[in-house]
């Protein structure tokens, strides 16, 4: 919960480097709490789903919420796999979304790159 709650912290932090636990923990408590809202949102609030990308009420402001943090952090996890947060973009085209969960996935440099010394995170 730690690595959720850094990243929060860091919301504008573009620069330096995300190591992988704390990108991959951030990913996974993201996804445990939208899960929990989009059910709040159906039990509760009564939304009924009409596509399956249509989202209820809190899932949407949790979207929301957590754009830009995760954005920072994806591009710091970028860096931390020597590669510029520019490659975000190829989010964009079909091939491109393995390219960059591959990066996501990769194994960070160990020493300093360009974009700074390994998160201790």
Known sequence: MKYFI???????DFKGRANRSEYWYFVLFSSIISLIL?????????FQAE????????????SLLVFIPSLSLT????????????????????????????????KGTETDN?????SNA
């Open 6 to 12: 850094q990243a929060f912290k860091n919301w504008n």
């Open 75 to 106: 591009v710091r996890r970028l860096h931390d796999v020597n590669k510029s947060g520019w490659n975000i973009l190829w989010a964009f085209t079909i091939i491109g979304i393995f390219y960059l969960l591959y990066l996501e996935i990769k």
């Open 114 to 118: 360009k974009y700074g010394a390994p």
């Open 51 to 62: 596509s399956p990308t249509s989202t209820g009420t809190l899932d949407f402001i949790y």
């Open 38 to 46: 989009s059910l709040i949102d159906m039990k509760l609030l009564g």
